[in-house]
């Protein structure tokens, strides 16, 4: 499996990257599946550099919030109105219960139809997986003030070099603070992508919203992760403070994401 960073500013787009866009990319042995996990503010442009849109399989979407689903609109117009047509049929999304009506709403369309004709839309039910070709994703409920926000535990068999099936598993938190949900998604995942929006000391009286590097840490020891990617770093926070925060209480290897490098699972 890989792993492409699209995006990975907290909040809204940074200098130098889009908000949260995560491509992965595996093989079932007899074709390349591509799905994407969220599509903020500004990466529907971004992620053109390393797919063609019509070769989307999937896309999945923690919570609602604009910097996570919101190049959602942007896409809808390049499979309504392309010349010539798209080539493929409706891109499955899964998310929120809302999120079909919120897109209809940010786009100034009618609820019906709304999307449903560039889209098809499924709500998620928490922890009932959903399979994509190689990839299984799984839903856990986590902490984020709106109605509806999931952590998403991915797991993909591939083929091994001798053809014997190889499993992997990459946990991606979504946004939110410390909680059971997020520990249990990420359970001996070979790399926790993970938010770190806040600081130790400058953040301490913020309940309920995001993690700091060293909340992040501890999820990532709890859960038994072998890596962790700290990610959703917002302008204003330090990617150095965060990466010493989460260092002393997380004994695997530590790391910030950053856009356009590409991790191999």
């Keep these: 499996m890989k792993l492409t960073i699209v995006g990975c500013t907290g909040s809204f787009p940074g200098p130098g990257s889009p908000a949260s866009c995560y491509l992965l990319t595996a093989s079932d042995g007899e074709r390349t599946w591509k799905v994407v996990m969220d599509l903020g503010s500004g990466a529907l442009g971004a992620i053109q550099r390393y797919t063609d849109l019509e070769d989307i399989d999937a896309i999945f979407l923690t919570h609602l919030h604009p910097d996570h689903c919101m190049d959602l609109c942007g896409l809808h117009v390049a499979i309504r109105w392309k010349p010539g047509g798209w080539g493929r049929g409706r891109i499955p999304v899964w998310g929120p219960a809302a999120t079909a009506d919120r897109m209809a709403t940010a786009y100034g369309l009618p609820l019906d139809p709304g ?3 560039e889209f098809d839309f499924t ?3 928490e922890r009932e997986p959903v399979t994509v070709g190689p990839f299984t994703i799984t839903p856990f409920a986590v902490n984020h003030p709106i109605e509806e926000a ?3 535990r991915v797991e993909v068999v591939e083929p091994g070099k001798d053809g014997s099936p190889v499993s992997r598993v990459l946990t991606y938190s979504g ?5 059971a949900g997020l520990e249990e998604a990420a359970k001996d995942a070979d790399i926790f992508l993970c938010e770190a929006a806040f600081e130790e000391g400058r953040d301490d009286g913020i309940n309920d919203v995001h993690l700091t590097g060293k909340r992040a840490g501890e999820a990532a020891a709890a859960a038994g992760a072998r ?3 700290l990610t959703h770093i917002p302008v204003w926070t330090s ?3 965060v990466m010493a925060e989460a260092r002393p209480v997380f004994p695997g290897d530590v790391a910030v994401a950053v856009a356009g490098v590409h991790y191999t699972i």
Excluded: F, G, K, P
């Design 150 to 152: 999931y952590a998403l």
């Design 227 to 229: 890596r962790l990617l």
């Design 123 to 125: 709500n998620w039910t």
């Design 115 to 117: 999307m449903h004709e």
């Design 175 to 179: 946004d939110t603070d410390s909680c």
């Design 239 to 241: 990617q150095t403070t």
